[in-house]
């Protein structure tokens, strides 16, 4: 029998757990599925292999497919198709040691903008902060925005992005090179075991509920590979239900992930951040439901916000209209 061979782009993140608990398990073979799950080092990569059809689909960053679709960080566009979330939470913000003491020395009614702005007008900060997201157009963009807003922070003016890969986020903290990051796991743990930084929030506290992680393809390859991809999402949202099932299958796909293919780290690290929990909810939670029946209190602050980035919102009503389409439900 021949199966349907699909090439589907992963980063090394415990967040591509479902992806991979699909592979081990056989519900992508038993779904009639050939399925290569293939290791990129940035998402920009993933985003180019994947528009130029290298991929068929990919585990992308809920924001990207609307930065694509509206031709944002130089791309050419392209119409987008996100069937499926995979999960829901899961980043953090870790900060330096020594962010973390200027945090932690902050006196009633004092904030983290003011002080910031204090060291450089003294010289003691002279390029201010400067913190680290995994890209542009990402949910760690979007929560790092409302982590500085949140401290009298502001983003466009107290602050410098830097776009660093997950995989390098803990050593560009240990250089210096940056003074805190927002990155899924294992690297926040990475960089608290090392004694480097600290982590300070987390998607639970910035952005409850948020879709992180999403299975995502052109509009181009989605209607003409329609029950393909009905198949895949199938063994994807099986795989979701598996998860979250108990800690003992979370703890088996911990073992799966940490193999050189995929995160590459100790298991016991990724164990460690399927299993944590923030005030009693988990850290991550693998979902496997569709965007599209969200209501749009839930859809719309996503698109917004991405938009925001750009500081343009002069075509915001068609944006929206347009970026609602992308999130569909493939067994429709």
Same mark, same amino acid.
């Given at each position: 029998?021949?199966?349907?061979?699909?090439?589907?782009?992963?980063?090394?993140?415990?967040?591509?757990?479902?992806?991979?608990?699909?592979?081990?398990?056989?519900?992508?073979?038993?779904?009639?599925?050939?399925?290569?799950?293939?290791?990129?080092? +940035?998402? %920009?990569?993933?985003?180019?292999?994947?528009?130029?059809?290298?991929?068929?689909?990919?585990?992308?960053?809920?924001?990207?497919?609307?930065? $694509?679709?509206?031709?944002? !960080?130089?791309?050419?566009?392209?119409?987008?198709?996100?069937?499926?979330?995979?999960?829901?939470?899961?980043?953090?913000?870790?900060? +330096?040691?020594?962010?973390?003491?200027?945090?932690?020395?902050?006196?009633?009614?004092?904030?983290?903008?003011?002080?910031?702005?204090?060291?450089?007008?003294?010289?003691?900060?002279?390029?201010?902060?400067?913190?680290?997201?995994?890209?542009?157009?990402?949910?760690?963009?979007?929560?790092?925005?409302?982590?500085?807003?949140?401290?009298?922070?502001?983003?466009?003016?107290?602050?410098?992005?830097?776009?660093?890969?997950?995989?390098?986020?803990?050593? %560009?903290?240990?250089?210096?090179? $940056?003074?805190?990051?927002?990155?899924?796991?294992?690297? #926040?743990?990475?960089?608290?075991?090392?004694?480097?930084?600290?982590?300070?929030?987390?998607?639970?506290?910035?952005?409850?509920?948020?879709?992180?992680? $999403?299975?995502?393809?052109?509009?181009?390859?989605?209607?003409?590979?329609?029950?393909?991809?009905?198949?895949?999402?199938?063994?994807?949202?099986?795989?979701?239900?598996?998860?979250?099932?108990?800690?003992?299958?979370?703890?088996?796909?911990?073992?799966?992930?940490?193999?050189?293919?995929?995160?590459?780290?100790? +298991?016991?690290? $990724?164990?460690?951040?399927?299993?944590?929990?923030? #005030?009693?909810?988990?850290?991550?939670?693998?979902?496997? !439901?569709?965007?599209?029946?969200?209501?749009?209190?839930?859809?719309?602050?996503?698109?917004?916000?991405?938009?925001?980035?750009?500081?343009?919102?002069?075509?915001?009503?068609?944006?929206?209209?347009?970026?609602?389409?992308?999130?569909?439900? %493939?067994?429709?």
């Amino acid at each position: 029998m021949s199966r349907f061979l699909m090439n589907v782009g992963v980063l090394a993140l415990t967040d591509s757990a479902p992806l991979v608990a699909a592979q081990r398990l056989e519900f992508f073979h038993k779904a009639g599925l050939d399925v290569h799950l293939l290791k990129q080092t +940035s998402w %920009a990569t993933l985003r180019d292999k994947l528009i130029v059809g290298e991929l068929q689909v990919a585990q992308m960053l809920s924001p990207m497919p609307i930065a $694509i679709q509206a031709g944002f !960080g130089g791309c050419s566009k392209r119409l987008m198709k996100a069937p499926l979330v995979l999960n829901r939470g899961g980043n953090g913000i870790t900060v +330096s040691t020594r962010l973390k003491s200027i945090l932690d020395s902050l006196g009633p009614g004092e904030t983290l903008g003011g002080r910031v702005r204090a060291l450089r007008l003294s010289g003691e900060m002279p390029e201010g902060l400067t913190l680290g997201t995994v890209f542009p157009f990402s949910m760690h963009t979007l929560l790092l925005r409302r982590w500085m807003r949140s401290h009298d922070l502001d983003p466009e003016v107290d602050v410098r992005l830097r776009v660093v890969p997950p995989v390098r986020t803990v050593e %560009a903290l240990r250089s210096g090179l $940056i003074d805190g990051f927002c990155v899924g796991e294992p690297y #926040n743990s990475m960089a608290e075991e090392q004694g480097i930084g600290a982590m300070v929030s987390s998607s639970l506290a910035l952005w409850p509920n948020a879709p992180e992680k $999403i299975v995502g393809c052109t509009a181009d390859w989605a209607l003409l590979n329609h029950a393909p991809l009905q198949a895949f999402c199938g063994a994807v949202k099986q795989a979701c239900h598996w998860l979250e099932q108990d800690d003992d299958n979370r703890r088996r796909a911990a073992v799966w992930l940490s193999e050189a293919d995929y995160v590459n780290v100790p +298991s016991t690290l $990724i164990e460690r951040a399927l299993l944590a929990t923030v #005030n009693g909810q988990p850290f991550v939670r693998f979902d496997g !439901g569709v965007l599209s029946s969200a209501p749009e209190d839930q859809l719309d602050p996503l698109i917004v916000e991405t938009f925001a980035i750009r500081g343009d919102d002069s075509a915001l009503a068609d944006d929206l209209h347009a970026a609602r389409k992308i999130f569909y439900n %493939a067994s429709e």
